[in-house]
């Protein structure tokens, strides 16, 4: 169900961020070249680890985990196929991952996105991992 990105993998997940760029601190459009440069970047850096979430060999969504001070945080977490809403699909991924992971856990959302508290909530919080509420004020 998970499998680390590679670089075949970097265009679709730059289409589903833009497509959901709203849920995001950045909130601009990602260009070919800005995805390529974080590419890159991602490479170098051992403990950040994105995932592709697959069922049924279909690229469905992505979710990753990076260092951030003390804690681990869960980032780009993306229901890229909107056809496998609601079915639990990127619940057992979450679950999947935080088990990689282990304790210490946070993700940071925008404060007004119900649907992710929503669903960040239903997954865990105040068990597994906490969720920080954000505004997106002074954020690029």
């Keep these: 169900m998970l499998r680390l990105i590679t670089h075949k993998d970097i265009e679709k997940i730059r289409i589903w961020r833009n497509n959901n760029k709203d849920a995001f601190f950045y909130n601009k459009v ?3 070249k800005e995805q390529a440069k974080w590419f890159k ?6 403990d950040d680890r994105m995932y592709m979430v697959e069922y049924l060999g279909k690229d469905i ?3 990753g985990f990076r260092p951030f001070g003390e804690h681990i ?7 890229g196929n909107k056809k496998y809403k609601r079915q ?3 619940s057992k991924a979450l679950q999947i991952l935080l088990k990689i992971i282990g304790s ?4 940071r959302i925008i404060k007004d996105n ?4 929503s669903f ?3 997954n865990g919080v105040g068990h597994d991992f906490s969720i920080w509420l954000e505004s997106r004020a002074g954020r690029t």
């Design 104 to 107: 210490k856990v946070v993700i």
């Design 61 to 63: 969504g992505c979710l």
């Design 73 to 79: 945080e869960l980032y780009n977490v993306i229901l």
């Design 120 to 122: 960040y909530t239903k």
């Design 30 to 32: 990602i260009s070919m």
């Design 88 to 90: 639990g699909l990127m």
């Design 41 to 46: 970047g991602y490479l170098t850096r051992e």
């Design 114 to 117: 119900k649907e992710a508290v």
